[in-house]
């Protein structure tokens, strides 16, 4: 098996501190770890999703 690099590495990364935190964590770490799963979310699919067009209002009556 090869070793993850890369986007699924620090997803995989941070699922299992989440799940960790999640059950020994306080309520405050609980918040942070799920802030970090979702800037990860993000950012992943920032990179994932081409970029568009200027999205000017071209539809707009």
Avoid: F
Avoid at 33 to 46: D, K
């Amino acid at each position: 098996m090869t070793e993850d690099t890369g986007p699924k590495a620090m997803l995989d990364a941070c699922i299992a501190a989440y799940e960790a935190v999640k059950r020994h964590g306080t309520s405050e770490m609980q918040l942070a770890a799920r802030v970090l799963l979702q800037l990860v979310g993000e950012q992943i699919a920032r990179e994932i999703t081409p970029p568009t067009a200027d999205a000017s209002d071209e539809n707009v009556a």
